[in-house]
């Protein structure tokens, strides 16, 4: 399986931006869906955003129009462009591979083998 890091979380003032980062290992990593999951303090882990092999995205509704994801095969890199930040995006932000669904758009935890240990991102109001 493909190894992920995940890199770029930290403390950011609502309204701000960052920019997170995930570096696989290990397989090709054109072959897989990529996707970012998030999981709030006390809440189950969450579909944030999906990119697959042939470069379709998708978003969730409470991030569309904010965040952007991204995809540099000759990197191995996953990025995850957040703008306009809400105190609500604080989470762990963890990313997630599929080669199992690398031509759909999965977005159920369930979809993805790999991930990453996430990293942290916190939104002060």
């Known amino acids: 399986q493909v190894q992920l890091v995940e890199s770029g979380g930290g403390l950011v003032q609502a309204g701000g931006s960052l920019r997170l980062s995930c570096t696989a290992s290990g397989r090709t990593f054109s072959n897989y869906a990529m996707s970012w999951f998030r999981q709030a303090p006390g809440k189950e882990r969450e579909f944030v955003t999906a990119?697959?092999?042939?470069?379709?995205?998708y978003y969730a509704t409470s991030v569309k129009g904010r965040f952007t994801i991204s995809r540099d095969n000759a990197q191995n890199t996953l990025h995850l462009q957040m703008n306009s930040l809400k105190f609500e995006d604080t989470a762990v932000y963890y990313c997630a591979a599929s080669v199992r669904f690398k031509y759909t758009i999965p977005t159920r935890e369930t979809d993805f083998a790999s991930w990453g240990q996430g990293t942290q991102v916190t939104v002060s109001s």
């Open positions: 990119v697959n092999a042939i470069g379709e995205l």
